[in-house]
């Protein structure tokens, strides 16, 4: 194996430029020669890549986004797409492949595994929704930034008696929501895999504010129903306690320096991504089992939903008394 | 002067503790008893009332928001209310009173003035409009706090070739949408005082596409004219190179723990507030005025408007090329 | 089980307040009455308890410190004293007890098993040094101090072309170093562990130089030979392309506002100490293993030796290139 | 004036690169061209010049450090390197140069002006000792960074009842070190302009503990008298109430992500050095004094010295009660 390519692929998440740096000096460590794409998949297509020396990942550490720019290709799904990317990999001497995000991307590299380009892939995704790892690169540094934007509200919800509803990312996967939940202290979290109704919120808010709170904090995910939109406006009719008010949290959750936790990770997976490309595995995904980096087959992770452990939700219930 | 009471009013501001614990200090150090009124104007009506000591305000120089809550008043405004505040504090023996709080409640101070209460008011206004001062209590800390939101922004935005929209507060003045603007690299920014058009706008975010800038970022205070949602809907249509996002800061733009400036500020308006009252003045405002702490007439501030520096403006565009 | 008795003794780590929250609110779900001691262990010996509600343990997630103070006890490693406790806890009527702390507080928690008292301990240490948990409460938030605290020293040493020597915590333990080491960029990690020559260090630092990097980090535990002191004396001799500058991390490593990741493992260890208890375990201790929490015998927590995984000293080299 | 230089120069300020990016941004938009010296005076004596253009300042609002790097020249003092320097300047096509440095660098700035090298310079120490401004780049993000630090050593002050002797930079200005005593509430501070006894500090330290405060912080400047090694050693063998510990803050004040505060003061001094030099000042250097901008000669800047507003010692003392 001789040359190596790396992509950032989807929705960026902190912690893919350390997972870069990661995956090109462990190569060049084993004097491989490594290309950056550009751009996402879109970028595979067409034939945009970069040398990526030691110092040119020099640097980005502690830099959020990623310094290869992604996108979410819909163009890829095509096989005319599939087949133009393992052209422009071919042409441009690659030998293996490693592509960093999230589960769309993890579908695309198994595409090209399928087509036979020798492929890792490593997860990179804030909605921690991936099957086959349990937690992907840049979950922790979204909640760290979920969790200091909660303290802030807090700070002026206790001093006017105020109840905030919170929403944060997750369309399809309550994740980010019900962690953020627990650790900021929310009277209740809304998450698209429960259904709640406007009275148990409401109730959730009252609750707080007799048992003399000072405020309360709700968090819900995008993807919740009833959304926060519908709540401030059917709530603030009740009789509550508290006065409502929505913040939606956007698109400050996917950037900021990668935390230590997110460093370390993408450290991990990306290191372990090149070790198994050298060893002859492809197909694979990297995850986190435990305390091991494990490989799962990427048919798995395309096939299988990642279940969200439900004992927390009673855990955010009980310690928001 | 035997006892001082000391309150937040209007909407919080971060500082407004590192104000309290100031007030509170500098009157004990004068033998002097402190109560607090707890929850703005409404609960001086009512005769809320808390004793103050060197302890009650230890550990609050680093906390957001006010330990003695705060509230807009609209009872406030009717003679009636302040009829009654005026029994509260003479029934609970207060000889001075010192307001913390933005526009509405420095008119709220002067309103107590008039009635003769011994009254010395302290800035504090995330908004910046205050007239009689340079900057108000709790203006550095929430710069600081959008431009890291918009530093974060930028993270994801310049991995994904995306323009961003980024409202913050600002319904009236647009003071904290230009120098937010002006730090954080933005484009172009939008403000009350100066109305813009939406091809202006797109123009903008072309122009940055064309110099080979990976982002765009749109600042815009909350007030301005076109909003964020009638920009972000109309722009999209356009071909502009970059596709467009909408992020509204909200209220984490109150919260936070207080900034180096902003406890040093506050301490020193609470310290001199203080000894203003000691010396005898009456129905002022402190500010500060360059190096200095000033007072001024509680019916200046009260009539007059602060200008915005219109040429931070240019400012902003030169500094964006 | 009525009564619950929880208190945090040994050094402090963040995440002892949301861990204590945990005890409390989960205790007071299944109707039980909770006491804090204050003071750790001597506290326990001087009968030193306080009754603690819902609202006593409100608004300490994002609290560093611990509210019920610690210390690192003498005496209680002495029988008369162990005896004195277990007067003074059925004297307060205290049915089981949880201790919050490191490795010699699950000893002194083991004591108290061994003469009936109905204990379970939860491991909070910055080092990482207890054996039975992946990771101790407090760990989390330690290096993310310390990367920011390196990634500050980076922009100072690439504007001057430095070498800088970090010392952090880690008299036995060289985990903080290590992770830190490999998540800032280090270009060689010192630990206890493992001895290094000055020679190496030097030559790490030359390296670095070499490759055009503008600048090196040696990260040092604390424990780890020869000294920064020592190394930053005798390197400054040599020819290693860089000046050299010691920065001692210090104290401000054990404090700060939880991260997340600590505020959630805090949060899930505290909730299971509690139903342990209520399920009639003793002597144990939570503890991280993969996804679970898991209880591990106090004995073998106070008898065996936590291993620090080697693989990551490699890692560190490789990816410092 | 068709060629402007613009260089760092002395110690490392956080904001040194918003104020590059200002100066290059205001000279492009007045289509002049920009050549960045790099290694401070070092560097220009060795004609080590790059051009600047609009894209090579993106991104650098936030960085910490200077991109062009910098350095104490002690070669720079000589005549022979003066001239050096003049004649690289002129090799070079260089009409006007913006030297952005500290006091020693704006001397150096006024032997080229003495010289005949049309100079403005910009003052950035995070000292704060440079006569003919309020205030210089870098101190605010510098307090910021003080103050997270003590923040977080009270958290573990506080859980221990400790006290701790903070030392900050400032070998002969005690800028720094009372102003973040104020805004970090300490029991005290030291500075090199007023000296203290051993006695004063430990009972500083003891009223702390008889008032009922759970921790003590006395924060000292580098150059103050006795040295906090000096201070611990003699009042730990006194009965204080609280042990003591030592932390020296050290370079993680000088790095960072510039604030809010600093970001703007860089912008706005670096415009308006370039608009001088357009307008034919030079021998000046830019300030802030209020809210202005103002011009100094460099030739006072060289000779008079800034004073310390002393009513802030007294300030300090009596906010720490």
Known sequence: MRTLAVMTAGG?????????????????????????????????????????????????????????????SKTFLEPF???????????????????????????????????????????????NDIYGTDICIGVDTALNTIVDAIDKLRDTASSHNRAFLVETMGHESGYLALQAGIISGAELVLIPEIETSVEAVAQAIQDAYRRGKTHAIIVAAEGARPSVAQLASQIDEMEVGFTMRVTILGHIQRGGKPSAFDRLLASRLGTRAVELLREGRRGVMVGL??????????????SRKRELPM???????????
Chains 1, 2, 3, 4 share one sequence.
């Open 81 to 127: 797409a599939q087949q133009e990317a393992l052209r422009q990999l071919n042409a441009a001497g690659v030998d293996a492949l490693v592509v960093i995000g999230g589960g769309g991307s993890q579908r695309g590299a198994l595409a090209l595994h399928q087509r036979g380009v020798p492929v890792v892939g490593v997860p990179a995704s804030i909605d």
């Open 311 to 321: 004992e927390y939700y009673q855990m955010a219930i009980t310690l928001a008394r």
């Open 289 to 302: 089992s435990g305390r091991e980096v494990v490989a799962v087959d990427l048919a798995d992770v395309a």
């Open 12 to 72: 960026d998440a902190p912690g893919m430029n350390p997972c870069i740096r990661a995956v090109v000096r462990t190569a060049l460590n084993y004097e491989m020669k490594v290309l950056g794409v550009v751009g996402g998949f879109d970028g595979l297509i067409r034939g945009n890549f970069t040398p990526l020396g030691a110092r040119d990942v020099g640097g980005i550490l502690q830099r959020g986004g990623t310094i290869l720019q992604t996108a979410r």
